[in-house]
Protein backbone atom coordinates (compact mmCIF):
# COMPACT_ATOMS: atom_id res chain seq x y z
CA UNK A 1 0.00 0.00 0.00
CA UNK A 2 0.99 3.46 -1.17
CA UNK A 3 1.61 5.88 1.47
CA UNK A 4 0.99 8.91 -0.86
CA UNK A 5 -2.20 8.98 -2.18
CA UNK A 6 -3.08 10.55 -5.85
CA UNK A 7 -6.63 11.15 -7.14
CA UNK A 8 -8.52 10.47 -9.48
CA UNK A 9 -6.74 7.44 -11.12
CA UNK A 10 -7.65 8.45 -14.76
CA UNK A 11 -8.94 11.40 -15.64
CA UNK A 12 -10.39 12.28 -19.19
CA UNK A 13 -10.51 16.08 -19.99
CA UNK A 14 -11.07 18.59 -23.33
CA UNK A 15 -8.57 20.71 -23.70
CA UNK A 16 -11.10 24.32 -22.71
CA UNK A 17 -11.85 22.29 -19.28
CA UNK A 18 -10.15 22.91 -16.02
CA UNK A 19 -9.75 20.12 -13.77
CA UNK A 20 -7.32 19.21 -11.00
CA UNK A 21 -5.10 16.69 -9.76
CA UNK A 22 -5.03 15.77 -5.82
CA UNK A 23 -2.03 14.10 -4.01
CA UNK A 24 -2.24 13.56 0.34
CA UNK A 25 0.03 12.05 2.45
CA UNK A 26 0.29 11.69 6.32
CA UNK A 27 4.39 10.56 6.52
CA UNK A 28 4.94 14.16 7.82
CA UNK A 29 7.39 14.59 4.90
CA UNK A 30 8.08 18.64 4.31
CA UNK A 31 8.80 17.98 0.69
CA UNK A 32 6.63 17.23 -2.02
CA UNK A 33 6.89 16.79 -5.79
CA UNK A 34 5.00 16.49 -8.67
CA UNK A 35 6.41 14.46 -11.59
CA UNK A 36 5.37 14.17 -15.37
CA UNK A 37 5.93 11.04 -17.09
CA UNK A 38 5.58 9.89 -20.79
CA UNK A 39 5.48 6.51 -21.79
CA UNK A 40 8.58 4.66 -21.81
CA UNK A 41 10.36 7.78 -20.43
CA UNK A 42 11.65 8.46 -16.89
CA UNK A 43 9.88 10.61 -14.71
CA UNK A 44 9.99 14.47 -15.62
CA UNK A 45 10.52 16.56 -12.80
CA UNK A 46 7.64 19.51 -13.06
CA UNK A 47 7.38 21.43 -9.43
CA UNK A 48 9.11 21.07 -5.98
CA UNK A 49 6.86 22.30 -2.37
CA UNK A 50 9.03 22.42 0.38
CA UNK A 51 7.01 23.44 3.79
CA UNK A 52 4.22 24.67 1.77
CA UNK A 53 6.37 27.06 -0.60
CA UNK A 54 7.16 26.31 -3.90
CA UNK A 55 10.85 26.12 -4.24
CA UNK A 56 11.62 24.99 -7.87
CA UNK A 57 9.77 25.42 -10.65
CA UNK A 58 11.36 23.22 -13.77
CA UNK A 59 9.95 26.20 -16.60
CA UNK A 60 6.53 23.77 -16.73
CA UNK A 61 3.43 26.24 -18.67
CA UNK A 62 1.49 27.77 -16.73
CA UNK A 63 -1.38 26.40 -17.96
CA UNK A 64 -0.45 23.98 -14.65
CA UNK A 65 -1.01 25.67 -12.03
CA UNK A 66 0.44 23.81 -8.67
CA UNK A 67 -1.11 24.64 -5.13
CA UNK A 68 0.01 23.46 -1.99
CA UNK A 69 -2.50 23.88 0.64
CA UNK A 70 -1.22 22.58 3.89
CA UNK A 71 2.01 20.15 4.27
CA UNK A 72 -0.32 17.06 3.65
CA UNK A 73 -1.84 18.05 0.83
CA UNK A 74 -0.77 18.89 -3.11
CA UNK A 75 -2.94 19.80 -5.90
CA UNK A 76 -2.09 20.72 -9.54
CA UNK A 77 -4.31 22.30 -11.60
CA UNK A 78 -5.12 22.06 -14.98
CA UNK A 79 -6.48 24.65 -17.53
CA UNK A 80 -6.32 24.61 -21.76
CA UNK A 81 -4.13 21.71 -21.85
CA UNK A 82 -2.63 20.65 -25.17
CA UNK A 83 -2.84 16.72 -26.29
CA UNK A 84 0.75 16.40 -25.99
CA UNK A 85 0.15 16.83 -22.41
CA UNK A 86 -1.10 13.41 -21.46
CA UNK A 87 0.69 11.55 -19.31
CA UNK A 88 0.86 9.92 -15.84
CA UNK A 89 1.42 12.30 -13.09
CA UNK A 90 3.21 11.14 -10.03
CA UNK A 91 3.10 12.66 -7.12
CA UNK A 92 5.96 12.23 -4.41
CA UNK A 93 7.29 13.33 -0.72
CA UNK A 94 9.93 13.45 0.84
CA UNK A 95 11.54 14.03 4.57
CA UNK A 96 13.40 17.66 4.65
CA UNK A 97 16.51 18.58 6.71
CA UNK A 98 19.39 16.58 8.15
CA UNK A 99 17.58 12.97 7.22
CA UNK A 100 16.82 13.66 3.75
CA UNK A 101 18.88 11.37 1.44
CA UNK A 102 16.60 12.25 -1.54
CA UNK A 103 14.40 9.41 -1.47
CA UNK A 104 11.18 10.05 -2.60
CA UNK A 105 7.86 8.32 -1.98
CA UNK A 106 6.09 7.95 -4.75
CA UNK A 107 1.72 7.71 -5.28
CA UNK A 108 0.48 5.82 -8.22
CA UNK A 109 -0.08 8.28 -10.34
CA UNK A 110 -3.46 9.86 -12.46
CA UNK A 111 -3.29 9.17 -15.87
CA UNK A 112 -4.56 12.30 -17.74
CA UNK A 113 -5.80 12.10 -21.34
CA UNK A 114 -6.15 15.49 -23.13
CA UNK A 115 -8.67 15.03 -26.06
CA UNK B 1 25.73 18.11 -12.20
CA UNK B 2 24.97 14.84 -11.20
CA UNK B 3 23.39 11.97 -14.21
CA UNK B 4 22.77 8.12 -14.10
CA UNK B 5 23.55 5.92 -16.82
CA UNK B 6 21.55 2.61 -17.92
CA UNK B 7 23.01 0.04 -20.11
CA UNK B 8 20.40 -1.55 -21.90
CA UNK B 9 17.12 -0.60 -22.35
CA UNK B 10 15.69 -4.11 -21.98
CA UNK B 11 17.27 -7.03 -20.53
CA UNK B 12 15.42 -10.61 -21.00
CA UNK B 13 16.38 -13.50 -18.89
CA UNK B 14 14.64 -16.91 -18.18
CA UNK B 15 12.92 -17.23 -14.70
CA UNK B 16 15.68 -18.85 -12.35
CA UNK B 17 18.01 -16.98 -14.02
CA UNK B 18 20.91 -14.23 -12.59
CA UNK B 19 19.20 -10.76 -13.35
CA UNK B 20 21.71 -8.16 -13.54
CA UNK B 21 20.91 -4.90 -14.54
CA UNK B 22 23.76 -1.65 -14.77
CA UNK B 23 24.28 1.62 -13.94
CA UNK B 24 26.69 3.75 -13.93
CA UNK B 25 26.72 7.16 -12.44
CA UNK B 26 28.24 10.41 -12.48
CA UNK B 27 28.59 12.66 -9.97
CA UNK B 28 31.01 15.81 -8.70
CA UNK B 29 30.36 14.53 -4.59
CA UNK B 30 29.46 11.73 -2.98
CA UNK B 31 26.44 10.37 -3.95
CA UNK B 32 23.23 8.98 -2.86
CA UNK B 33 22.00 6.39 -5.13
CA UNK B 34 18.82 4.29 -5.65
CA UNK B 35 16.96 1.75 -7.71
CA UNK B 36 12.99 1.72 -8.32
CA UNK B 37 10.71 -0.73 -9.95
CA UNK B 38 7.64 0.55 -12.05
CA UNK B 39 5.15 -2.13 -12.42
CA UNK B 40 2.63 -1.06 -15.33
CA UNK B 41 0.56 1.71 -14.76
CA UNK B 42 1.85 2.32 -10.81
CA UNK B 43 3.88 4.94 -9.48
CA UNK B 44 7.46 3.96 -8.76
CA UNK B 45 8.29 1.82 -5.88
CA UNK B 46 11.63 2.13 -3.92
CA UNK B 47 13.75 -1.49 -4.48
CA UNK B 48 16.93 -0.34 -2.23
CA UNK B 49 19.29 2.57 -1.24
CA UNK B 50 22.70 3.61 -1.13
CA UNK B 51 23.76 6.60 1.15
CA UNK B 52 27.34 6.08 2.47
CA UNK B 53 27.27 3.16 4.68
CA UNK B 54 27.38 -0.56 3.10
CA UNK B 55 28.44 -0.55 -0.16
CA UNK B 56 26.48 -4.03 -0.45
CA UNK B 57 22.79 -3.12 -0.42
CA UNK B 58 20.20 -5.40 -0.18
CA UNK B 59 16.57 -4.37 -0.98
CA UNK B 60 13.28 -5.89 -1.53
CA UNK B 61 11.73 -8.89 -3.40
CA UNK B 62 15.60 -10.82 -2.75
CA UNK B 63 17.14 -7.49 -4.75
CA UNK B 64 20.83 -6.27 -4.25
CA UNK B 65 23.08 -4.32 -5.66
CA UNK B 66 26.57 -2.88 -4.81
CA UNK B 67 28.20 0.40 -4.82
CA UNK B 68 31.89 0.49 -6.50
CA UNK B 69 33.16 3.98 -6.17
CA UNK B 70 35.99 2.81 -8.50
CA UNK B 71 34.10 1.93 -11.36
CA UNK B 72 31.05 4.66 -10.33
CA UNK B 73 28.67 1.79 -10.28
CA UNK B 74 25.41 0.80 -8.89
CA UNK B 75 24.52 -2.42 -10.79
CA UNK B 76 21.08 -4.54 -9.41
CA UNK B 77 21.07 -8.16 -9.32
CA UNK B 78 18.83 -10.63 -8.61
CA UNK B 79 20.07 -14.78 -7.95
CA UNK B 80 16.88 -16.19 -9.34
CA UNK B 81 14.40 -14.17 -11.49
CA UNK B 82 10.78 -14.64 -11.18
CA UNK B 83 7.58 -13.79 -13.42
CA UNK B 84 6.71 -11.02 -10.93
CA UNK B 85 9.89 -8.96 -11.43
CA UNK B 86 8.88 -8.41 -15.11
CA UNK B 87 8.74 -4.65 -14.86
CA UNK B 88 10.73 -1.30 -15.89
CA UNK B 89 13.39 -0.57 -13.49
CA UNK B 90 15.12 3.36 -13.03
CA UNK B 91 18.35 3.75 -11.34
CA UNK B 92 18.61 6.94 -9.85
CA UNK B 93 21.11 9.83 -8.16
CA UNK B 94 19.82 12.70 -5.38
CA UNK B 95 21.53 15.76 -6.87
CA UNK B 96 23.04 17.11 -2.85
CA UNK B 97 24.74 19.70 -4.40
CA UNK B 98 22.92 22.58 -2.82
CA UNK B 99 19.67 23.73 -1.18
CA UNK B 100 17.46 22.07 0.88
CA UNK B 101 15.56 20.26 -1.59
CA UNK B 102 17.20 17.28 -3.33
CA UNK B 103 16.68 17.00 -7.18
CA UNK B 104 16.63 12.77 -8.30
CA UNK B 105 17.78 12.35 -11.75
CA UNK B 106 16.75 9.09 -13.29
CA UNK B 107 18.13 6.87 -16.16
CA UNK B 108 16.55 6.25 -18.91
CA UNK B 109 15.21 2.84 -17.58
CA UNK B 110 15.49 -0.63 -18.11
CA UNK B 111 12.87 -3.20 -19.11
CA UNK B 112 12.71 -6.72 -17.30
CA UNK B 113 10.92 -9.57 -19.34
CA UNK B 114 11.17 -13.03 -17.91
CA UNK B 115 10.32 -15.92 -19.92
CA UNK B 116 8.45 -19.10 -18.62
Known amino acids: DTEVTQTPKHLVMGMTNKKSLKCEQHMGHRAMYWYKQKAKKPPELMFV???????INESVPSRFSPECPNSSLLNLHLHALQPEDSALYLC??????????????FGEGSRLTVL | AQSVTQLGSHVSVSEGALVLLRCNYSSSVPPYLFWYVQYPNQGLQLLLK??????LVKGINGFEAEFKKSETSFHLTKPSAHMSDAAEYFC??????????????FGKGTLLTVNP
Open chain 2, 92 to 105: AVSDRSGGSNYKLT
Open chain 1, 92 to 105: ASSQEGGSNTGELF
Open chain 2, 50 to 55: YTSAAT
Open chain 1, 49 to 55: YSYEKLS
